[in-house]
């Protein structure tokens, strides 16, 4: 820990680390993170706080949805006793509430989510389903596309490269959910990619990373700031330090200053030295506002507000849930349903994912209350001025409230049945006149 606290190298392929041996075990803090590669986008999940936080948050709320294999009319069915099998248990260890949320923070992540299925024959409901991280799957393209009409002409292979080995996929054997750009090059066996809004974070997570890098340098090698000179101002003491006493004012220097578990001795030397502060304050260097510019720029281009992590009202993150779930959660739930509907399910049989029991979600009873009120003194005064009629206004009611407009429950007050009876009456004898004529 006293020899290179925190020291930049780059590596074989070009890339630049931030390299620390606290504790006794490196750790390893890349310089710039390409969210354009794969590769990188798993590596920034773990090291950018940030960005785990806002798309677990969103994969969190995704797991609150229940799904529903129903029929083209809504209905549920024994005969579909399978298919909400495998999606109850997707696999030996997961459930489908932990299945969606890794599928939801694939889909914000790379912008797709590769599903391998597991199947006793082509046709069959799968007897597993798993998702494999994106930076492994690999489809290859034949390099043609707008002319074709069947993905044998459009993907020449698919495969899983795991451990430096390749696990080929038939075509029923995987699916994929996207929420991307999907680009086909022109090159036969080149990849086909999915161009996200994630890949537009490079800088964000860059600049995160580099400020909590800077931070953890300030902490461990914390105290003044400062040049060390030789202060003696005859000829003689002008003589520049041999290397070995500046070693020696380093290392001693180095060993025995600092922040973190440390006391702080006054540094005893027998060289006239003197020391020249430098003006550095860290609190100028703002480092502690990277953490929430990083957050809101992330929340920001994953479509959710970024309300969701901070200290913000009650109502603010009521209304910030709830413009989540529709905007981005319930959209994307469409899209993981009607993806694995097309795949393990027969004709006409569809999987929903339903949310209505998120609290969010919930209608505010009081504010509807209100509603009706407004509505019912407006209805009122459209009668008084006969603008419209009973029925009609019952039509209009009938939007707020659960009624049959044509078929009251019940009785009305006398005051209300003998207007209704004198209505009813006026209209009969317009119809009868009508007739006469």
Known sequence: MYDSVNRVEKDAAGNYWFLSDLFGARSRWKVYYDMTNNSDKA??????????TVVDKIGSMMSRGVPYVVD??????????DIRNILHNPNPLQTFSSFVKQAEICLKVFGYCPIVLVRATEKSVPKAMWIVPPEIFHIEGTGKVFRQYELKDIVSSAYIDCNGRRMEL????????YDSNIL?????????KFESVSDSLSQPISNWIASMSASYTLLVNGGPKGVLYNDYTDQMGNVALSSEDEKEIKDSFKRDYGLVNKEYPILVTRYKLGWLPLDFDADKLKLHEEDKRCTDKIANAMGINANLFTDAKYDNLESAGKKAYQDV??????????CLSKAICPEGVFIKID???VECLQTNKEAEANTLVKV???MQRLLDKSLITHDEARVEIARYIDIDPDNPKGDFDNNTASSVSSENNINNSKENGNKDE
């Open 72 to 81: 083209k009319d809504g209905n549920e069915k024994r005969t579909y006793a």
């Open 184 to 192: 086909v090059e022109s090159g036969r066996s080149a990849d086909v």
């Open 355 to 357: 949310f209505a029991d």
């Open 43 to 52: 590596e920034a999940l773990i090291s950018c706080t940030p960005f785990f």
């Open 170 to 177: 038939e075509d029923y054997e995987y699916i994929i959910v």
């Open 376 to 378: 019912a003194d407006a």
């Open 329 to 338: 959660i319930i959209p994307d739930s469409r899209k993981i349903a009607e």
